[in-house]
């Protein structure tokens, strides 16, 4: 029998997308912003935000900072408290 928690979908690939599009950012630029070469920016976002890829901790931090909201909020699966956290930082 699988486990709870095995059941869960991880929530940093769907909070990203949400929090660069709410920063009004494209793939590329947000990439960019966190420090990544731009021939591969664009790339290696869409396969983080498709769960393709997960980022280290170090990238998600840095992306955290760039889109100024708490590294937290990526990995928060309860989504009316990932809202609480990201509402707060603004």
Same mark, same amino acid.
């Given at each position: 029998? *699988?486990?709870? &928690?095995?059941?869960?979908?991880?929530?940093?690939?769907?909070?990203?997308? /949400? /929090?660069?599009? $709410?920063?009004?950012?494209?793939? +590329?630029?947000?990439?960019?912003? /966190?420090? !990544?070469?731009?021939?591969?920016a664009?790339?290696? !976002?869409?396969?983080?935000?498709?769960?393709?890829?997960?980022?280290?901790?170090?990238?998600? +931090?840095?992306? +955290?900072?760039?889109? @100024?909201?708490?590294? &937290?909020?990526?990995?928060c699966?309860?989504?009316?408290? *990932? @809202?609480?956290?990201?509402? $707060?930082?603004?």
């Amino acid at each position: 029998m *699988a486990s709870h &928690a095995s059941l869960i979908e991880h929530p940093l690939p769907k909070r990203l997308r /949400a /929090a660069r599009e $709410r920063a009004r950012l494209s793939q +590329a630029k947000l990439g960019t912003l /966190a420090g !990544m070469d731009p021939s591969v920016a664009s790339e290696r !976002m869409n396969q983080y935000e498709r769960g393709v890829h997960e980022p280290k901790f170090s990238v998600v +931090a840095t992306i +955290a900072a760039v889109l @100024e909201v708490p590294t &937290a909020y990526f990995y928060c699966v309860e989504d009316d408290l *990932a @809202e609480e956290l990201y509402s $707060r930082a603004r």
